[in-house]
């Protein structure tokens, strides 16, 4: 089989490898991406919901917080200099019901000290200024929020990448990896690539090609299925731009919410229900390796002994139009299932870990000529440019 030799070899063609290959091809460095699928940006970038996040949610201090600030300032001059369509358009995060305004407040303290600017407490009677359709106590206005297509701009990154002698290679799985002779040796569907570093981006699979590695994760990744319908175009004006609800601090999802995306259609969701596959995105897609992975790790029935109603509740809008429509109509009581039609799907990789805790902050493991980014969830798209920075960083010192 062929061989390849290069400086760092990137598992993984999603926007978080690929902006760490662009970052690194920036630097000098001799890169190469494998993906095993045939397109970039197939699995969790091609499956996000277009939304540049402002950093809003995440803790004061946490990689979360500092990379999405960062990152999306760095995104959107990206995407102006490259001609990118994108739209700063702002959000509205709403309360509604008496009980969610102290979890609100906290969000406006949080945006605040993540060093945001312009946002707005709005009373009962100021939300319709921004969104004549919904109904709430109180919300919050966070104008630094916006749209972009991310699979487009994972395009951009590639493109940046083979401008500077980088190579994107499609269809070529990873198979195996092992140190020699001071470097790695990465066996792959296609042939070998002999690197001094490998970074894994690899998603959805990260913590098996850690443990292929050598490397213990110390979690296992989780998916969950995150489904969404669309409003028909008729109804589209039911929501200006973005509808957020209050978030439940102890969920690591934002629950459904009302969006607007960059083509201009709209839709509502996700939920979250757990996926019995990693990689296919059918309703009742399964695979015996991914289930049996799922359900004999510790951590799986730890997680599951504290949300089980929460999973149940989940479950139910998985299979009952009107019981997903509900959980929009507290933001925008006018919507009715008649308005929408069942759209597309993505699946998010949790990192949970054996005790029941999920990771909520991204994660990075470096090892003797190896990085792995072991969680990268929202808002990585948007902080890629930080994230990949970053990961370049650690693999350029282990070069050095």
């Given at each position: 089989?062929?061989?390849?030799?290069?400086?760092?070899?990137?598992?993984?063609?999603?926007?978080?490898?690929?902006?760490?290959?662009?970052?690194?091809?920036?630097?000098?460095?001799?890169?190469?991406?494998?993906?095993?699928?045939?397109?970039?940006?197939?699995?969790?970038?091609?499956?996000?919901?277009?939304?540049?996040?402002?950093?809003?949610?995440?803790?004061?201090?946490?990689?979360?917080?500092?990379?999405?600030?960062?990152?999306?300032?760095?995104?959107?001059?990206?995407?102006?200099?490259?001609?990118?369509?994108?739209?700063?358009?702002?959000?509205?995060?709403?309360?509604?019901?008496?009980?969610?305004?102290?979890?609100?407040?906290?969000?406006?303290?949080?945006?605040?000290?993540?060093?945001?600017?312009?946002?707005?407490?709005?009373?009962?009677d100021e939300l319709s200024e921004y969104e004549p359709h919904?109904?709430?106590?109180?919300?919050?206005?966070?104008?630094?929020?916006?749209?972009?297509?991310?699979?487009?701009?994972?395009?951009?990154?590639?493109?940046?990448?083979?401008?500077?002698?980088?190579?994107?290679?499609?269809?070529?799985?990873?198979?195996?990896?092992?140190?020699?002779?001071?470097?790695?040796?990465?066996?792959?569907?296609?042939?070998?690539?002999v690197a001094d570093v490998l970074v894994n981006c690899g998603?959805?699979?990260?913590?098996?090609?850690?443990?292929?590695?050598?490397?213990?994760?110390?979690?296992?990744?989780?998916?969950?299925?995150?489904?969404?319908?669309?409003?028909?175009?008729?109804?589209?004006?039911?929501?200006?731009?973005?509808?957020?609800?209050?978030?439940?601090?102890?969920?690591?999802?934002?629950?459904?919410?009302?969006?607007?995306?960059?083509?201009?259609?709209?839709?509502?969701?996700?939920?979250?229900?757990?996926?019995?596959?990693?990689?296919?995105?059918?309703?009742?897609?399964?695979?015996?390796?991914?289930?049996?992975?799922?359900?004999?790790?510790?951590?799986?029935?730890?997680?599951?002994?504290?949300?089980?109603?929460?999973?149940?509740?989940?479950?139910?809008?998985?299979?009952?139009?009107?019981?997903?429509?509900?959980?929009?109509?507290?933001?925008?009581?006018?919507?009715?299932?008649?308005?929408?039609?069942?759209?597309?799907?993505?699946?998010?990789?949790?990192?949970?870990?054996?005790?029941?805790?999920?990771?909520?902050?991204?994660?990075?493991?470096?090892?003797?000529?190896?990085?792995?980014?072991?969680?990268?969830?929202?808002p990585a798209a948007t902080a890629s440019l930080h994230i990949?920075?970053?990961?370049?960083?650690?693999?350029?010192?282990?070069?050095?």
């Amino acid at each position: 089989m062929p061989t390849t030799r290069c400086d760092v070899v990137i598992v993984g063609g999603g926007i978080v490898g690929l902006a760490t290959a662009r970052a690194l091809a920036e630097s000098g460095e001799k890169v190469v991406v494998v993906e095993a699928e045939q397109r970039i940006a197939t699995h969790q970038t091609g499956h996000n919901s277009g939304v540049i996040h402002s950093g809003l949610y995440y803790a004061a201090g946490s990689a979360k917080a500092k990379g999405c600030r960062e990152g999306a300032d760095a995104l959107y001059k990206y995407c102006e200099e490259r001609g990118i369509r994108h739209e700063r358009c702002g959000k509205l995060v709403l309360a509604t019901e008496p009980n969610q305004l102290a979890a609100l407040d906290e969000l406006e303290r949080r945006g605040v000290t993540n060093g945001l600017e312009g946002v707005k407490h709005l009373g009962a009677d100021e939300l319709s200024e921004y969104e004549p359709h919904v109904t709430g106590v109180a919300g919050l206005w966070v104008p630094q929020t916006g749209l972009v297509d991310f699979v487009e701009v994972a395009h951009a990154y590639a493109s940046d990448v083979r401008e500077k002698d980088g190579q994107v290679r499609t269809n070529e799985s990873f198979v195996d990896a092992e140190r020699a002779d001071g470097g790695t040796v990465v066996t792959t569907t296609a042939g070998e690539v002999v690197a001094d570093v490998l970074v894994n981006c690899g998603g959805l699979h990260a913590d098996r090609i850690a443990t292929r590695c050598g490397v213990d994760p110390l979690v296992r990744i989780v998916p969950f299925r995150g489904e969404y319908y669309e409003l028909l175009p008729q109804h589209r004006g039911l929501v200006r731009n973005l509808v957020y609800p209050v978030p439940d601090p102890a969920l690591p999802f934002l629950g459904v919410h009302i969006t607007r995306h960059i083509d201009g259609t709209v839709s509502a969701g996700p939920n979250a229900v757990l996926a019995l596959s990693r990689g296919h995105y059918g309703r009742f897609a399964f695979s015996p390796r991914d289930f049996f992975g799922t359900i004999t790790y510790p951590g799986f029935w730890r997680l599951l002994r504290g949300y089980w109603r929460t999973g149940a509740s989940e479950w139910m809008r998985s299979m009952m139009k009107r019981s997903f429509i509900a959980a929009a109509q507290r933001l925008v009581p006018e919507l009715e299932p008649s308005h929408v039609q069942r759209a597309g799907c993505g699946l998010r990789a949790l990192a949970l870990q054996r005790d029941g805790t999920l990771v909520h902050d991204f994660r990075i493991v470096e090892a003797e000529g190896q990085v792995h980014v072991l969680n990268a969830p929202s808002p990585a798209a948007t902080a890629s440019l930080h994230i990949g920075t970053q990961i370049a960083r650690i693999a350029t010192r282990q070069h050095a």
